[in-house]
């Protein structure tokens, strides 16, 4: 979940780098800094601890990014520093991951699914969801041990759920119906 500060910062610098078209160069140069915060924990106490100044900051982006990121990303950095707003890097990559899905009619998701899917049920989830949809979907599968059976795909605003427990419960449902 993003919040609305990491939404707007996100969407200024989408803006940006649509109009500089650098949509794609930004998107790789947040996820690797991104990946180097996460990475190493005191890089990114270094910009999130309030007891460092916004200037130390901006000192320590200017040696570190200038003339190493486009533009674009390197004066979003600088304002994040400014306004003490480091914190929210990570929500801004996914907030910008959102708008340059929505851009290219993409939607991305997740599968959970009780054993390990073989490329070709893969493929046919990846094809019932993207005709679902309507738009081109990127998902990502993981096990998970504690369904009995089936895959549950979650997608956007959209769940489908092909699990055994949600078969069990429908059919349960329909005999409770007719009995009555």
Known sequence: ???????NYAQALYQVAEANKKVELVFSELRLIDQVFSMDSKIKEFFETPVISPDQKKHIIQLSLEKKVSNELFNTIILLS??????YFSEIVMAYQELT???????R???????SLGAEQR???????????????ILTF???????????AQVGG?????SLESHLKRMSETLKRRSH
Not at 101 to 107: L, M, S, T
Not at 109 to 115: F, Q, T, Y
Not at 123 to 136: M, P, S, Y
Not at 158 to 162: M, N, Y
């Open 142 to 152: 993981e096990e998970e041990p504690s369904l009995l059976g089936g895959t549950i």
């Open 1 to 7: 979940m993003t919040s609305d500060i990491s939404k």
């Open 101 to 107: 899905d929505d851009a290219n009619g993409v939607c």
């Open 123 to 137: 493929k046919k989830i990846e094809d019932k969801v993207t005709q679902a949809t309507g738009k081109k979907v």
């Open 82 to 87: 400014e306004n003490n707003r480091l914190s």
């Open 158 to 162: 959209w769940t489908f759920d092909d």
């Open 109 to 115: 998701g997740r599968v959970r699914s009780a054993a």
